[in-house]
């Protein structure tokens, strides 16, 4: 019998289109292998605003958008199949309803949210908005945006970590420590150190930059706090760039499986969740990001302090 959780499923959200790239099914896949977690597919039928037969301006029927989403789903929901191992689980759901409303809904019982990052422009950003960054904004999971023209790299290459304050240090770096463990990959931890035009020149003169770098680093691996003991079994590397942030990670996504940030801790009830550096990377990155929340369900016990022989 097989031992995987159909319900703590990897959820992956099929667009419109109804198309899932090579790169975003083998993602979904290994990580199922991996997470030994089963797959639901969601696609979404938008409530469309229309008189009491449900059509719309352009003349298609209720009727008929959901047939066709049910076909591209199932279409999808094949594709998937054919590539998974067969005692992966793999379901299909058909919504009506919001797309970013019905997808973090979704998301309360889920384990991973994967959405593939479709290429909208700024027109089509402004008319449709984004649906990855809604959802990653208010999701209950962590959501993977995947670039719909990712495909794998042909060798191993380090989860980044993005870690910008010790307040969500737990849950970035425990999340891709995870993820690298199963995946035996090694984990890059980054931090990015920036100063505004009109500070930089004073920094220049008194050639502090090497000492800020310095500095921002001691900082970054206190802030992780990890054991000597994970980091004996998952290698981690700890760098401090100089640039602004949205700009590092980017370039920091090309050389890496997945980029792994937070969002922000959220205060109030409306608005987003996810700052200009965590919307420019969804938009901008090369490899698959994951956005997490900003703090663990269950705080992980530290047992010892990070070695410095570890701290490579």
Do not use: N
């Not at 499986?257 to 996810?274: E, F, M, T």
């Amino acid at each position: 019998m097989s031992t995987i959780d159909t319900e703590a499923a990897i959820v992956v959200g099929v667009g419109p289109d109804g198309h899932l790239s090579d790169g975003t099914i083998t993602l979904v896949a290994e990580t199922a292998r991996l997470l030994d977690l089963g797959i639901e597919l969601v696609h979404v039928v938008p409530t469309l605003v229309g008189g009491p037969t449900g059509g719309w301006e352009a003349g298609i029927t209720f009727d008929l958008l959901v047939d066709q989403g049910r076909a591209r789903l199932e279409e999808a929901t094949d594709r998937v199949r054919s590539r998974v191992a067969a005692k992966v689980p793999v379901s299909c759901r058909l919504v009506r309803g919001g797309v970013v409303t019905s997808l973090v809904d979704r998301s309360r019982t889920a384990q991973l949210v994967v959405l593939q990052r479709r290429h909208l422009g700024r027109w089509g950003r402004l008319a449709e908005g984004s649906v990855t960054a809604g959802v990653a904004a208010r999701a209950h999971a962590p959501v993977v945006s995947v670039p719909e023209g990712w495909e794998p790299p042909d060798g191993p290459r380090p989860i980044t970590v993005a870690v910008e304050d010790a307040k969500r240090a737990d849950a970035e770096l425990w999340t891709a420590l995870g993820l690298a463990a199963a995946a035996d990959l090694p984990v890059q931890v980054v931090r990015v150190t920036y100063l505004p035009e009109a500070f930089q020149e004073i920094l220049r003169r008194e050639g502090g930059e090497e000492e800020l770098l310095r500095q921002a680093r001691e900082e970054l691996i206190r802030d992780a706090q990890l054991p000597a003991s994970v980091c004996e079994r998952v290698p981690c590397t700890f760098l401090v760039r100089w640039g602004r942030p949205a700009e590092v990670l980017v370039h920091a996504s090309a050389g890496s499986s997945l980029l792994v940030l937070a969002r922000r801790d959220p205060r109030l009830p409306i608005g987003s969740h996810l700052g200009p550096v965590v919307r420019q990377v969804l938009r901008e990155a090369e490899c698959p990001v994951l956005v997490v929340e900003p703090t663990l369900a269950e705080p992980v016990r530290v047992t010892r302090p990070l070695s410095a022989a570890a701290a490579r």
